[in-house]
């Protein structure tokens, strides 16, 4: 949450020519309930999430197009709602009725061919998501933000088991410079394709 990832995916969508998928944020019922209560309202926000991203993993699987998502499954399960209930936000018994039904998805699911990972601190992500100004947002405490980066770290670096490229955004600006953008293209030509420039 404000690594810069809905913009990159926007790029790199019409880089490439890829059909891009984005987090149903706007479309979340339970969003702005669970910035203001976030232990009442955290099992039905991670299930929308859940649900919505399962959807996401079908049509993927039925089209031959190639597929750019804003956010994972995976991240939405091994980031957030671990975060959610290392907090105590989300109780044992709710967690593992989630867990299930995320182990049950996975029986369908493939793996990315390549997840990329906008690394990021916390002071740049808190820039990035007071100048977006969603309301719902400008509470979110910092200990929240820094729980979220190092579940991400160790999501990333120990548990996934997928191809990662990771990106240092803080001191990039690759919507308004092309420098930046170009050096991610590289990268990504690099990994997915076997292209050095």
Do not use: C
């Amino acid at each position: 949450m404000g690594s810069g990832k809905t913009t990159l995916t926007n790029m790199l969508s019409r880089h490439y020519g890829w059909r891009a998928r984005f987090e149903s944020v706007d479309e979340n019922p339970y969003l702005e309930d669970y910035y203001k209560d976030i232990s009442r309202w955290s099992f039905n926000l991670e299930v929308f999430f859940l649900k919505e991203r399962f959807k996401d993993l079908l049509a993927i699987n039925e089209t031959s197009e190639t597929i750019i998502q804003d956010r994972s499954i995976f991240e939405g399960v091994y980031v957030f709602a671990a975060n959610n209930r290392a907090m105590g936000q989300l109780s044992d018994r709710d967690f593992d009725t989630y867990m299930e039904l995320f182990e049950s998805m996975m029986m369908v699911a493939k793996m990315p061919d390549l997840m990329i990972y906008l690394r990021s601190s916390v002071p740049h992500l808190v820039a990035n998501i007071q100048k977006r100004g969603r309301d719902y947002e400008q509470g979110i405490s910092l200990e929240y933000l820094t729980n979220l980066n190092d579940r991400y770290e160790n999501f990333i670096f120990n548990s996934y088991k997928g191809r990662v490229l990771t990106i240092e955004v803080d001191k990039l600006d690759y919507q308004n410079r092309p420098e930046d953008f170009k050096g991610i293209i590289d990268r990504i030509d690099a990994e997915l394709f076997g292209l050095f420039v």
